[in-house]
């Protein structure tokens, strides 16, 4: 019955609110206050709320995981990432503070606990939202992504400082976990491509990091990212983070359930959430010009100022170890936070495009070292995007025409470079990257982006750069394909389509063609 309930009530709201154009997830998160507001009528178990909790923390351990599998740890030291991860942090306690005291009847502990708790962004939404628009290694996601774990860190410093607890001797056995690093890649390549693989990662996130890490007084949440983080450069790690993709999904389900669960909110927890609501953009704002002093574009500064303007999970794990009355009016204010910022980040890159003239104002003629503008040089063919795509048809044209390739990751870029590639780090998405762009010599561009928006932006920028050359591109879908053509685009290919061809071509020359 219990799991009936959760699914049922998870899916039709789900589906629901998909219909309206927004992520499922917002619909989760009402799941969640229907299921809390119709627990009577329902007969639900006493032990629910326990269970769902221990669900949706074990989602949390997951998502942290994988995300530690795609993270450069020495990205973390960065100034943008460090300097704008502890300044932000101060910054909106500062800002938020004098509102709390202001508006509501608290003392100057819990407004300093409060303004604490609101000054974190989810790292579980954001890094959900980049996963899904595949942009968690572009520029953009990776200072994302380092700002959250820097937040995350800073949390648990929080939490240890209100508990009064201090973590276990045994806790300095940590610094020592490099040391099993070529221990893990060799069980990682022993265990093959798939159920012990999953096993494996459950393994290295639930048990030997999560478990592990409370046992020595440390947060299990940093010990599943800990781990990931270890395993982030073997050759495999992307494999293993695929294979979790299922599993983490259907649990990350129970934390926005969770959420809804923890109880309704009366008329006072609904004016604290209007009001923290209403300071969202003031969060927004402030990460889009921190981020500009530290030297990044306007267009880099405003996505991952997007991606962080919400209020995090972190912020209700606080609350519960230091002011547990304020747990559900919290828990109402990042439900709101989380129905604002995930349809503000589906619409990110056209809502840069509206804005861009008014942001690039604010840039600072100093770029950072990852966003230097570029020349093409002589190239003939420019392949946008080298993932599979861009690589095969990278080497398919190597051998007979000049080519340049580019892509948003820099790492990738560093990686291709070291092996020969002509490729540059730029984003087909970022505005100062057309302005007075020349081709040269270009007569041919490949579309090989993840994202299906981003193919489109593209197409249209070259058209409207004044490119009359040819524009191929690939997809998945047939609507999908129908836009990027209408976006300028001479051709599109799908994908799986064009693979069966492929193999049925091999098949014609190896069989057919011999025996005639």
Same mark, same amino acid.
């Given at each position: 019955?219990?799991?009936?309930?959760?699914?049922?009530?998870?899916?039709?709201?789900?589906?629901?609110?998909?219909?309206?154009?927004?992520?499922?997830?917002?619909?989760?998160?009402?799941?969640?206050?229907?299921?809390?507001?119709?627990?009577?009528?329902?007969?639900?178990?006493?032990?629910?709320?326990?269970?769902?909790?221990?669900?949706?923390?074990?989602?949390?351990?997951?998502?942290?995981?994988?995300?530690?599998?795609?993270?450069?740890?020495?990205?973390?030291?960065?100034?943008?990432?460090?300097?704008?991860?502890?300044?932000?942090?101060?910054?909106?306690?500062?800002?938020?503070?004098?509102?709390?005291?202001?508006?509501?009847?608290?003392?100057?502990?819990?407004?300093?606990?409060?303004?604490?708790?609101?000054?974190? =962004?989810?790292?579980?939404?954001?890094?959900?939202?980049?996963?899904?628009?595949?942009?968690?290694?572009?520029?953009?996601?990776?200072?994302?992504?380092?700002?959250?774990?820097?937040?995350?860190?800073?949390?648990?410093?929080?939490? =240890?400082?209100?508990?009064?607890?201090?973590?276990?001797?045994?806790?300095?056995?940590?610094?020592?976990?490099?040391?099993?690093?070529?221990?893990?890649?060799?069980?990682?390549?022993?265990?093959?491509?798939?159920?012990?693989?999953?096993?494996?990662?459950?393994?290295?996130?639930?048990?030997?990091?999560?478990?592990?890490?409370?046992?020595?007084?440390?947060?299990?949440?940093?010990?599943?990212?800990?781990?990931?983080?270890?395993?982030?450069?073997?050759?495999?790690?992307?494999?293993?983070?695929?294979?979790?993709?299922?599993?983490?999904?259907?649990?990350?389900?129970?934390?926005?359930?969770?959420?809804?669960?923890?109880?309704?909110?009366?008329?006072?927890?609904?004016?604290?959430?209007?009001?923290?609501?209403?300071?969202?953009?003031?969060?927004?704002?402030?990460?889009?010009?921190?981020?500009?002093?530290?030297?990044?574009?306007?267009?880099?500064?405003?996505?991952?100022?997007?991606?962080?303007?919400?209020?995090?999970?972190?912020?209700?794990?606080?609350?519960?170890?230091?002011?547990?009355?304020?747990?559900?009016?919290?828990?109402?204010?990042?439900?709101? =936070?989380?129905?604002?910022?995930?349809?503000?980040?589906?619409?990110?890159?056209?809502?840069?495009?509206?804005?861009?003239?008014?942001?690039?104002?604010?840039?600072?003629?100093?770029?950072?070292?990852?966003?230097?503008?570029?020349?093409?040089?002589?190239?003939?063919?420019?392949?946008?995007?080298?993932?599979?795509?861009?690589?095969?048809?990278?080497?398919?044209?190597? =051998?007979?025409?000049?080519?340049?390739?580019?892509?948003?990751?820099?790492?990738?870029?560093?990686?291709?470079?070291?092996?020969?590639?002509?490729?540059?780090?730029?984003?087909?998405?970022?505005?100062?990257?057309?302005?007075?762009?020349?081709?040269?010599?270009?007569?041919?561009?490949?579309?090989?982006?993840?994202?299906?928006?981003?193919?489109?932006?593209?197409?249209?920028?070259?058209?409207?750069?004044?490119?009359?050359?040819?524009?191929?591109?690939?997809?998945?879908?047939?609507?999908?394909?129908?836009?990027?053509?209408?976006?300028?685009?001479?051709?599109?290919?799908?994908?799986?389509?064009?693979?069966?061809?492929?193999?049925?071509?091999?098949?014609?020359?190896?069989?057919?063609?011999?025996?005639?």
């Amino acid at each position: 019955m219990l799991e009936a309930v959760w699914i049922g009530f998870a899916f039709s709201l789900g589906l629901v609110v998909r219909a309206i154009g927004l992520p499922p997830l917002v619909g989760y998160l009402l799941a969640g206050f229907v299921i809390s507001a119709s627990a009577a009528e329902l007969n639900l178990p006493p032990e629910g709320p326990s269970i769902i909790h221990h669900v949706a923390h074990l989602g949390v351990l997951l998502l942290l995981f994988t995300v530690g599998l795609k993270l450069n740890v020495r990205s973390l030291g960065k100034p943008e990432v460090l300097g704008g991860s502890m300044l932000h942090f101060a910054l909106s306690i500062i800002l938020t503070l004098p509102a709390v005291l202001l508006i509501f009847d608290v003392s100057w502990y819990q407004a300093l606990m409060l303004a604490v708790a609101l000054a974190f =962004s989810s790292t579980v939404l954001a890094a959900k939202v980049l996963e899904g628009k595949r942009e968690i290694r572009a520029f953009h996601g990776r200072v994302a992504i380092g700002i959250l774990i820097m937040q995350d860190l800073l949390a648990l410093l929080v939490m =240890s400082l209100a508990n009064g607890t201090t973590p276990s001797p045994w806790a300095l056995l940590v610094f020592a976990l490099p040391l099993l690093r070529p221990l893990l890649y060799k069980l990682l390549d022993a265990s093959g491509h798939e159920d012990l693989l999953i096993l494996f990662g459950l393994l290295l996130a639930l048990v030997i990091g999560g478990k592990g890490f409370e046992l020595v007084g440390l947060s299990s949440e940093l010990g599943a990212l800990v781990f990931g983080a270890m395993l982030a450069k073997h050759a495999r790690a992307g494999e293993l983070s695929k294979s979790l993709w299922s599993i983490k999904e259907f649990f990350l389900v129970g934390f926005f359930l969770q959420i809804g669960i923890d109880g309704l909110p009366d008329a006072n927890a609904w004016l604290f959430a209007g009001v923290m609501s209403l300071l969202l953009p003031l969060k927004a704002i402030l990460f889009f010009l921190l981020l500009i002093l530290f030297k990044l574009r306007a267009r880099s500064a405003f996505l991952t100022s997007i991606s962080l303007t919400n209020y995090s999970e972190f912020g209700l794990i606080v609350a519960s170890v230091v002011l547990p009355e304020w747990l559900i009016p919290l828990a109402l204010t990042v439900a709101i =936070s989380f129905v604002i910022s995930a349809p503000l980040n589906r619409m990110a890159h056209p809502l840069y495009e509206r804005l861009c003239n008014r942001l690039l104002k604010f840039e600072r003629n100093i770029h950072h070292p990852d966003e230097q503008p570029v020349s093409l040089g002589d190239a003939e063919v420019l392949i946008m995007g080298m993932g599979r795509t861009g690589n095969a048809a990278y080497r398919y044209l190597k =051998s007979s025409r000049n080519i340049i390739a580019m892509d948003s990751d820099p790492a990738k870029v560093l990686v291709h470079q070291k092996k020969g590639i002509n490729i540059f780090y730029a984003d087909a998405e970022d505005q100062v990257f057309w302005q007075g762009l020349d081709f040269g010599k270009v007569e041919a561009v490949i579309l090989s982006m993840n994202d299906v928006e981003a193919k489109m932006i593209a197409a249209k920028k070259l058209r409207d750069a004044g490119f009359n050359g040819f524009i191929v591109s690939h997809s998945m879908h047939d609507d999908e394909a129908r836009n990027i053509i209408a976006a300028g685009a001479d051709q599109t290919y799908l994908t799986m389509a064009e693979a069966g061809v492929g193999i049925a071509e091999h098949v014609k020359q190896h069989c057919f063609t011999v025996k005639a």
